[in-house]
C-alpha cells in the first residue's frame, strides 16, 4: 500500500530534551516536506526537501532541524523543544518539486510541557 | 500575510443540505486549487482540485466553483452527510513551487 509513516504518533516530552520525529514514504516521491497544524492557523511548512541531501527552510523553521540522506525518510530534529513547539506534526510528500498532488501522513502530535 | 483566507471557520449543517466553504487568495501565479479533506486522527487526503481554466468542477457531491477575476473559490457538498462530517482545507500552487499555501481550514459538522 502506498503510504507515508510517521513515528511516534504521540509524544509527551519536557523542555529542552531532543527528540525525532520519523517519515518514511514508499512511493519512490522526491519531494518531501513538514507542516506544523495548530488551531486557526490551518498548515504551515516548517522544512521541504527536493531530493537526497537537498533541504530548504519553509514558512517556519526556527527550532527544527531536517536531514535526507535516504530517499524514502526524512526525519524532523528538534533539538531543543519548547511549548511552543506543541502542535500536530504532519510530514507529507510528492512525486517531485512541482508535483500537484501531495500526500500526507497520518500526524504526530507532539506536546512540550 | 496569510495568502489563503479561508471561510467559515466552522459549519453545521443538517442531513440532506448544501454545505459552502469559501476561499480568497491574493498571489495571482496561482494556478491550481485543491481542496483537502481531513478526519480525526487522520491526514489531509487530497478531495478534488480545480485549475483556473475553467469556472467550475464537480466529482459526485463535490463541487468546486471558481471566480478567477474576484480570487476567489469556493467547495459546493450538495446533500451533505453525517460521513462527510470533516476539517476541509482549501490550498492553492504555484507551479513549479513545491509546497501549497493552505487556508486556515473548515471544520463542518453534518447533523444527521
Known amino acids: 500500500e502506498a503510504q507515508v509513516t510517521q513515528n511516534p504518533r504521540y509524544l509527551i516530552t519536557v523542555t529542552g530534551k531532543k527528540l525525532t520525529v520519523t517519515c518514511s514514504q514508499n512511493m519512490n516521491h522526491e519531494y518531501m516536506s513538514w507542516y506544523r497544524q495548530d488551531p486557526g492557523l490551518g498548515l504551515r511548512q516548517i522544512y521541504y526537501?527536493?531530493?537526497?541531501?537537498?533541504?530548504d527552510k519553509g514558512d517556519v523553521p526556527e527550532g527544527y532541524k531536517v536531514s535526507r540522506k535516504e530517499k524514502r525518510n526524512f526525519p524532523l530534529i528538534l533539538e531543543s523543544p519548547s511549548p511552543n513547539q506543541t502542535s500536530l506534526y504532519f510530514c507529507a510528500s510528492s512525486l517531485f518539486y512541482g508535483s500537484y498532488e501531495q500526500y500526507f501522513g497520518p500526524g504526530t502530535r507532539l506536546t512540550v510541557t | 500575510q496569510q495568502q489563503v483566507k479561508q471561510s467559515p471557520q466552522s459549519l453545521i449543517v443538517q442531513k440532506g443540505g448544501i454545505s459552502i466553504i469559501n476561499c480568497a487568495y491574493e498571489n495571482t501565479a496561482f494556478d491550481y486549487f485543491p481542496w483537502y479533506q481531513q478526519f480525526p486522527g487522520k491526514g489531509p487526503a487530497l478531495l478534488i482540485a480545480?485549475?483556473?481554466?475553467?469556472s467550475e468542477k464537480k466529482e459526485g457531491r463535490f463541487t468546486i466553483s471558481f471566480n478567477k477575476s474576484a480570487k476567489q473559490f469556493s467547495l459546493h457538498i450538495m446533500d451533505s452527510q453525517p460521513g462527510d462530517s470533516a476539517t476541509y482545507f482549501c490550498?492553492?500552487?504555484?507551479?513549479?513551487?513545491?509546497?501549497?499555501?493552505f487556508g486556515d481550514g473548515t471544520t463542518l459538522t453534518v447533523k444527521p
Open positions: 490550498a492553492a500552487k504555484e507551479t513549479n513551487a513545491g509546497k501549497s499555501t
Open positions: 480545480i485549475r483556473p481554466d475553467v
Open positions: 526537501s527536493m531530493n537526497v541531501e537537498v533541504t
